[in-house]
């Protein structure tokens, strides 16, 4: 026994362990392993970089560390061709390169903002630029020379070659006070006939308007407000490169529903803290934006009309609806259309020139995603084009593999879509579309060359688990592999294009830093070895990464099986299924994983005799749209015959026992622990960790893509809900909650027991982390909670008569 020079304690060599555990003799790992360490802090593993990025030269890179022994991060330089890397001072970090920065079109100038201060890099020198503190929104470069400045609705631009700033536009959400009446009242106008002073004070008014609007249009002039219309607010904002228009969209302010309570009953002076947290799935008012193109020089906006759009008058929803209200007795619903709809995120694209705009929009009801293209020239007479139009009877993936964007000479456009049922990439150009990528991979992470003639992209063409880099010529005709490391990947195309910037992780260590020259074939150097000695001295089993077959008709189910080498020998095994989490999230590649607790703790039940193995059910990332998709309508039901898929796997190839198998997960899969206990014999225990019981209690984002919303489609939140099912409980459970878990409320676990305690069910236990959210943060919360999961794996599976 020994502690590393944080303090933390290790057990590295073989003998007694503080938990109890006894070893077991030939393991595949040498080093005995404890639940003191594994949940430790995890400063005693290495501190992996953070959020790396070229400096703006590309012979730097920078990156964040967390510091030792604490949550703050620090920033740190790198050459780029390796070497030493250099804590930054506070005085550095202040003029240090950001990875929030512009560069103008001419590569001359580089800008960005720190602590509300705008730097800039001219010829290879930096300065301050200004010294408020008070700047933000930084919008973009207009032109080589300014920067657009945003203010509410204000824009103004800022000249970097003398510093002089003017307001380019002034957009206000409000009703023009003096617009005109279209009819004026009796009174109004009898008092013009009558009255001729105050007919002459109107003729001077509207004289004096009418100057004031001219002299508004010369450049010396503050321009006059653009008045939008009260009661919305702002949505997107973004201004064309040469300054010539400006694109908003708005919206009625968010009603989000009605919030729900969350009490601290730890807090730091001792009385119970109640906080307000989010609304659930189906409660917020849905409003659709309204888009505006915005002359500079006039101030006229045009309001975009998509009454067109295809599909935009049909509701996809409306025979559920129908369904719904039929058994309520209600009148049937009138379709909802037009749909509403909204700009995506980071849905604004320029041409270079500023003359051609492009737009991402998505359905408010999640089944349509459109691309519009417009001509600026003619934004008067609202002359759109649909480029491209995603529409998905389940749902469009929002959250990925929506990037788009303009070739340099603004004449092509280029996107992602899931339309093959893979995300790849196409260009379209002169009303001719081609995929530029295709097969059973997915495409993402695309980067475009200033000169329009590679794109560099990040894909798993080789598995569905390996990430690697690679560049396809913009004409199509070549297509190349950049780097083959075989792992987790990231990439950053560097300022001259001529490096990348990897992030490559494997199983066992967690993610470091690359350059490599940005061809094919090129050298790899190594920046950074995260990994503490303590960690990369203990030999960690690497799991394998084996296809399951399939008997529900689903493609093989990849998976991560931890087992020693001693597998087929002897008495058959118990085993315990891990199932990740969700969002959108893969757990069966080559990579490091978010779950790496789960992979030491994995690591420790193999030391105890386990087989372990971690599921890519169908509903996870990295496979495709109609893996994706499997779950539509039904959350629960595919999973569960993928896992009893896993099951038979395991007896069949790994020795193991059927009747000692368990399952634990958190979040998702929690939900899926409850799933299991509930609806399936196979398991002789679970624990479920932060769990779904009811997904009408969840969040609209996530949860309305997969299932609508209560009110549309009741049957799918009934046959996708566990507290459904929980009359079918007749093993151990053990659920385990954070009091303060802001994303899966406590309240589901609260609920849970309450409906198992109605069911006079006694094979249930709760552990309650008063001062933990979704993810823990005290080692002790970890240590107490895998304590419990182990504990009750000993004495239900592997202790199972």
């Not at 069966?588 to 607790?597: I, L």
Request: proline share 4%.
């Amino acid at each position: 026994m020994r502690t590393n020079k944080h303090g933390v304690l290790l057990w590295l060599a073989a003998g007694a362990f503080s938990t109890g555990f006894m070893p077991l003799a030939q393991a595949q790992i040498d080093d005995k392993l404890s639940m003191e360490q594994i949940m430790a802090h995890t400063d005693w593993m290495g501190i992996a970089p953070e959020r790396a990025y070229f400096g703006q030269d590309g012979k730097s890179v920078y990156f964040q560390r967390k510091a030792v022994g604490s949550e703050t991060r620090d920033l740190y330089k790198i050459p780029a061709t390796g070497g030493n890397a250099e804590k930054l001072s506070a005085a550095d970090v202040v003029v240090a390169d950001s990875e929030q920065r512009f560069v103008s079109a001419d590569r001359n100038y580089t800008v960005w903002l720190r602590n509300g201060n705008l730097f800039v890099i001219k010829d290879g020198k930096r300065q301050q630029f200004t010294r408020t503190g008070e700047l933000s929104g930084l919008l973009g470069f207009v032109g080589n020379e300014q920067i657009a400045l945003r203010n509410d609705g204000k824009v103004s631009l800022l000249n970097l070659r003398n510093g002089e700033q003017t307001l380019l536009v002034n957009i206000k959400n409000d009703d023009d006070p003096l617009a005109k009446k279209e009819s004026p009242d009796y009174l109004t106008a009898q008092q013009t006939r009558l009255f001729d002073i105050i007919k002459k004070r109107e003729t001077d008014k509207k004289e004096a308007e009418k100057l004031q609007r001219e002299l508004s249009s010369q450049a010396a002039s503050a321009p006059l407000p653009v008045f939008l219309g009260k009661g919305r607010e702002f949505r997107s904002f973004s201004v064309s490169p040469d300054g010539k228009f400006v694109f908003v969209s708005t919206a009625l302010p968010r009603k989000d529903g009605r919030g729900d309570k969350m009490p601290h009953y730890v807090s730091s002076d001792g009385y119970v803290k109640i906080e307000d947290v989010r609304s659930k799935v189906g409660t917020a008012a849905e409003s659709s934006e309204q888009l505006y193109v915005i002359e500079v020089g006039t101030g006229k906006a045009h309001q975009l009309n998509l009454d067109k759009l295809a599909g935009i008058n049909e509701d996809p929803l409306l025979a559920l609806k129908m369904d719904a209200a039929k058994r309520l007795g209600k009148a049937a619903p009138k379709a909802a259309t037009p749909r509403a709809v909204y700009v995506n995120f980071r849905g604004v694209r320029w041409s270079q020139s500023g003359q051609q705009l492009a737009l991402s929009l998505l359905s408010a009801d999640n089944k349509d995603r459109w691309i519009l293209k417009l001509d600026l020239h003619q934004a008067e007479k609202n002359n759109w084009q649909l480029a491209h139009r995603l529409t998905d009877q389940a749902w469009v993936n929002d959250g990925s593999f929506n990037e788009f964007g303009w070739s340099p000479d603004g004449k092509a456009l280029w996107y992602l879509s899931e339309e093959s049922g893979y995300s790849q990439l196409y260009v379209q150009r002169d009303a001719q579309t081609r995929a530029l990528t295709s097969g059973k991979f997915e495409v993402n992470s695309v980067q475009l060359t200033r000169d329009g003639k590679w794109f560099y992209y990040r894909a798993n063409k080789k598995h569905p688990g390996i990430h690697e880099v690679y560049r396809v010529a913009a004409d199509g005709q070549r297509d190349e592999i950049l780097t083959d490391m075989n792992g987790g990947m990231d990439f950053e195309l560097s300022p001259n294009e001529d490096k990348l910037l990897l992030t490559h992780s494997t199983t066992t260590r967690q993610p470091d830093l690359f350059v490599q020259a940005a061809t094919p074939g090129a050298k790899v150097i190594r920046l950074t070895d995260s990994a503490s000695k303590e960690f990369s001295q203990i030999n960690w089993i690497k799991p394998e990464i084996i296809a399951v077959p399939s008997k529900h008709g689903a493609a093989p189910i990849y998976s991560r099986v931890y087992r020693d080498s001693k597998t087929q020998i002897g008495e058959r095994k118990p085993a315990v299924l891990f199932v990740h989490g969700a969002g959108y999230l893969q757990a069966a590649h080559h990579g490091w994983s978010n779950y790496f607790r789960e992979m030491m703790f994995h690591n420790l039940l193999v030391q105890q005799g386990y087989v372990v193995i971690d599921m890519d059910y169908r509903a996870s990332a990295g496979y495709g749209r109609d893996w994706r998709t499997a779950i539509y309508q039904r959350m629960g039901t595919p999973e569960l015959e993928d896992y009893e898929d896993g099951i038979d796997w395991l007896v069949d190839n790994a020795n193991v026992d059927r009747q000692r198998i368990g399952i634990y997960g958190g979040s998702y899969g929690g939900f899926m622990t409850f799933m299991a206990m509930f609806k399936s014999d196979k398991f002789a225990a679970g624990a479920a960790l932060r769990p779904v019981s009811d997904w009408a209690h969840y969040n609209h984002g996530y949860t309305s893509n997969i299932l609508n919303t209560p009110d549309v489609d009741p049957d799918a939140y009934a046959r996708s809900s566990p507290i459904e099912f929980a009359v079918g409980l007749k093993r151990p459970l053990l659920i385990c909650s954070g009091i303060l878990d802001d994303n899966v409320f406590f309240q589901d676990s609260v609920r849970m027991v309450q409906k198992l305690i109605e069911l006079k069910n006694p094979n249930f236990e709760l552990a309650v982390y008063p001062i933990e959210s979704h993810g823990f943060r005290e080692p002790e919360s970890w240590l107490d909670e895998y304590r419990r999961i182990y504990k009750l794996m000993e004495r239900e599976v592997k202790g199972r008569q």
